[in-house]
């Protein structure tokens, strides 16, 4: 029986703040958060057992429905190897709109993805900044100054401020369309070290993004990724799941999303 121990923490009814915009599923269940709050260390836990088929969630000893599910930001241990996930619903506040407005002059470019020997162009348009060289899918990719970005530069610092955490890279992917993706993989490289810490913000669109435990076959997830918010992986999460941003034929608008990371060497 293939299942992992999945413990949450969501905020106490008086630290919850306004209404929200995410939602998680496990399995086939859907718990959908109404309010937020921010992430804090004194959150109470829930623990979840996922499974595959039924999922049930649990605080205390005591099943909790759907609608007991409230708090925007969670902090989640999604195993018992340690892989954590942190959601902050309104992580950018009243400065979501014109971060996505100056963010989309960034120097965007197609990216190519080889299969087969042949080159395709890659779902969406990327641009990387940092200060090191980043390696992808058998490339290299030279980083961008930060200097040239006064946006990013601010939302790093924000970032850095909220998870306590320095990065000195981005990659910058900007979904135009429904039509645009990420396949399932992990940010595993071994420029990040063992047990990097991933930062990811969403702007524009909202967009479910899905975990798998493994390869597949195992306990699942989907957060839906909320305009202006921010998503942390970290602990074991690279090395024990994948994360993937379906394709959404139907989505007309655009989604940019920045992922922060610490390069090593
Ligand atoms: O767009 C997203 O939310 C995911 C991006 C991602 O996984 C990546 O850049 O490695
Ligand atoms: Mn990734």
Redesign the pocket.
């Given at each position: 029986m293939v299942h992992s121990n999945f413990k949450t923490q969501l905020a106490s009814a008086s630290q919850l703040q306004s209404s929200l915009d995410y939602s998680l599923v496990i399995g086939r269940g859907l718990f959908r958060p109404r309010q937020q709050a921010p992430i804090s260390d004194t959150l109470p836990t829930v623990s979840m057992v996922a499974r595959r088929k039924p999922a049930s969630v649990k605080q205390g000893g005591h099943r909790l429905s759907q609608e007991q599910l409230t708090g925007g930001a969670f902090h989640g241990i999604l195993d018992s190897n340690g892989s954590f996930l942190q959601y902050w619903p309104d992580f950018a506040g009243s400065k979501a709109d014109s971060w996505l407005r100056r963010l989309q002059s960034l120097p965007w470019g197609q990216g190519k993805v080889k299969v087969f020997g042949k080159d395709y162009d890659e779902p969406r348009l990327t641009c990387y900044f940092g200060e090191k060289a980043y390696k992808y899918s058998n490339r290299i990719i030279e980083p961008l100054p930060w200097s040239r970005s006064p946006v990013l530069q601010e939302i790093k610092a924000l970032v850095e401020n909220m998870t306590g955490e320095s990065f000195n890279s981005v990659?910058c992917?900007r979904y135009r369309n429904g039509e645009d993706a990420?396949g399932w993989?992990s940010?595993n490289e071994q420029v990040y070290g063992p047990k990097p810490t991933i930062a990811?913000v969403?702007l524009g669109a909202e967009r479910d993004?899905d975990l798998r435990e493994g390869k597949g076959g195992g306990a699942r997830l989907r957060v839906r990724?909320a305009h202006g918010s921010l998503l942390v992986m970290s602990g074991a999460t690279q090395e024990c799941w994948q994360?993937s941003?379906p394709r959404r034929k139907a989505l007309k608008d655009e989604r940019i999303?920045l992922?922060f990371r610490r390069i090593m060497q």
């Open positions: 990659l992917n990420m993989h940010d990811s969403t993004f990724l994360h941003l999303n992922t």
